[in-house]
């Protein structure tokens, strides 16, 4: 068991500019979740994944933000047109929904630097 | 709008000692309330998590009680040690595998 794995782990962009973000789930986790966090702050909801099939949006996910499960496997997020609040840590986890097993366990996360 | 709040911002212990964080809930349809440990530049691990079916919760060093009828929730930390400073983030959820809500977290630093 790997773990939650992110890449890159750091990224900086000039403002205007995409960026997309990637994140390898723990193997049999059919639960992918994308988070934000902000300096001083606990992590903030983005989205999640059931397999391939996205379940839920927060309304911080402007539409310059996508994201996707292709497969059910791995997951990108990305960020058009970035603006400088956008820089932030953007954190993965995955989880099996089942009783007992509902832990969310995340990856390092990716830190965006927004110029 | 806050859904869990979070108390201290920060708290210095010293080693051996009882460290204490509190947390407050809002929406009572949560049923699954975790903590989790962030070190700096990692990302937040489970420490602990508990269900409202019991007040208390022991792992270790590390105990939740909980108060549903107060909406409360907190985390002791018994015989901290200089490996326990992190931060701290109490969450909540609803069902299984859904979304967390997290407080805002507490630096804990204990002194040797």
């Known amino acids: 068991d790997t773990g939650v794995s992110q890449d890159p782990r750091h990224k900086i962009t000039k403002r205007g500019q995409n960026v997309t973000f990637r994140c390898d789930p723990i193997s049999e986790h059919n639960r992918l979740y994308w988070y934000r966090q902000t300096l001083g702050q606990g992590p903030e909801f983005l989205t999640y994944?059931?397999?391939?099939?996205?379940?839920?949006k927060s309304r911080l996910l402007s539409d310059r933000f996508s994201a996707e499960r292709p497969k059910g496997s791995f997951s990108t997020l990305e960020i058009q047109r970035t603006e400088q609040g956008d820089s932030a840590m953007y954190l993965c986890?995955?989880?099996?929904?089942?009783?007992?097993?509902?832990?969310?366990?995340f990856g390092p996360g990716t830190r965006l630097l927004v110029l | 709008q806050q859904q869990v709040k979070q108390s201290p911002q920060s708290l210095i212990v010293q080693k051996g000692g009882i460290s204490i964080i509190n947390c407050a809930y809002e929406n009572t349809a949560f049923d699954y309330f975790p903590w989790y440990q962030q070190f700096p530049g990692k990302g937040p691990a489970l420490l602990i998590a508990?269900?409202?079916?019991?007040s208390e919760k022991k792992e270790g060093r590390f105990t939740i009680s909980f108060n549903k009828s107060a909406k409360q929730f907190s985390l002791h930390i018994m015989d901290s040690q200089p490996g326990d400073s992190a931060t701290y983030f109490c969450?909540?959820?609803?069902?299984?595998?859904?979304?967390?809500?997290f407080g805002a977290g507490t630096i804990l630093r204990v002194k040797s």
């Open positions: 969450a909540a959820s609803k069902g299984y595998g859904n979304k967390l809500v």
């Open positions: 986890a995955s989880s099996l929904a089942v009783r007992y097993q509902e832990t969310q366990y």
């Open positions: 508990i269900r409202p079916d019991v």
């Open positions: 994944f059931q397999n391939e099939a996205q379940l839920e």
